[in-house]
């Protein structure tokens, strides 16, 4: 089984880590991870256990009925058996699974399992990293591989789209397997790029992964376009101002999306404000199914939050 560049499976004990986040700014969407996921075969059905971790309150069965149209998903009264290394403050969640062969819903739970499913106002949102990770406590943050990459690959003087064209590619190559893995996103017919904060660029680092992640999957491509300059409401450091909710819409998408499920992608996620007001934008041209996928997500200010047991660097 394919895992993306980076990307090793890590088990500690009988537990699958996954990454660390919860409510990173005032006004953030909330993120979590798996910590465990359990199946067990009963009868025709499958039954399912995860262990999840961070300030989301996301049902996992849903994003599972969500990726197997297909299954009949109910909830388990009663959570399975739990073992030696349990760790009792992580919320559970029991359901059975039928109508899909376990290993195609293990493969699926190791696919989300290995990302930040963020909690925003998207259908499913997913960021394949944090941005950067603590050295220790009150030492700093360090970036991750995949925040090493967007670092490279982002092109801070706007003279060009991408400064760093092997860095970009490595991103694109994890876009590309999360959505192709993931059968959900795999299922949507049009890639929707989030456009930069200033209207006079045309072409980012978001533009070359949407053409890519285009050409490669053989979805069609939509480029909204910045009518009103705004205060960029992201960058490495987290250091600028954010972006002001009381400007209105600033950006404006051609083009028809009625009846359409729809991937909006971007390089990095704060606020969560961009994608917002894509997501809006989307709504509004007919798209039924929102879904959004970046590289990675900011993780400053994630309330004593501990991202040391990040496993992949």
Not at 53 to 67: F, K, M, P
Not at 104 to 113: Q, T
Not at 201 to 211: Q, W
């Amino acid at each position: 089984m394919a895992i993306a560049p980076g990307h090793s499976l890590v088990d500690r004990g009988s537990l699958t880590y996954g990454p660390l986040l919860r409510r990173l700014d005032l006004n953030m969407a909330f993120c979590s991870f798996l910590l465990e996921s359990k199946l067990i075969a009963l009868g025709e059905s499958v039954a399912a256990e995860v262990t999840c971790e961070g300030g989301s309150t996301v049902d996992w069965s849903s994003i599972v009925r969500a990726a197997f149209p297909q299954a009949v998903v109910s909830a388990m009264r009663r959570p399975l058996p739990t073992g030696p290394q349990y760790l009792p403050s992580a919320p559970r969640q029991a359901f059975t699974v039928s109508n899909v062969q376990q290993e195609d819903l293990e493969e699926f739970l190791m696919v989300v399992g290995h990302s930040l499913t963020i909690e925003d106002r998207l259908d499913e949102s997913h960021a394949l990293a944090p941005h950067t990770i603590p050295l220790e406590p009150g030492g700093g943050f360090v970036r991750t591989k995949l925040g090493g990459l967007v670092y490279k690959a982002k092109d801070y003087t706007k003279s060009v789209p991408v400064r760093n064209q092997k860095a970009a590619g490595e991103i694109l190559d994890w876009m590309t397997e999360f959505i192709d893995r993931h059968p959900r996103y795999a299922r949507a017919h049009t890639i929707v790029t989030v456009p930069s904060s200033d209207p006079a660029r045309k072409e980012t680092l978001v533009t070359y992964l949407g053409r890519g992640l285009a050409e490669t999957l053989g979805k069609r491509l939509v480029l909204p376009r910045r009518i009103v300059g705004v205060e960029a409401r992201k960058d490495i450091d987290g250091s600028r101002p954010e972006f002001n909710q009381e400007q209105g819409a600033t950006a404006v998408l051609a083009g028809d999306l009625q009846g359409e499920a729809i991937i909006i992608i971007d390089d990095l996620y704060k606020t969560g404000d961009s994608m917002a007001e894509v997501c809006g934008l989307c709504r509004k041209t007919g798209a039924i199914e929102v879904l959004g996928l970046v590289a990675t997500k900011n993780a400053t200010a994630t309330r004593g939050m501990d991202l040391l047991s990040w496993p992949w660097g």
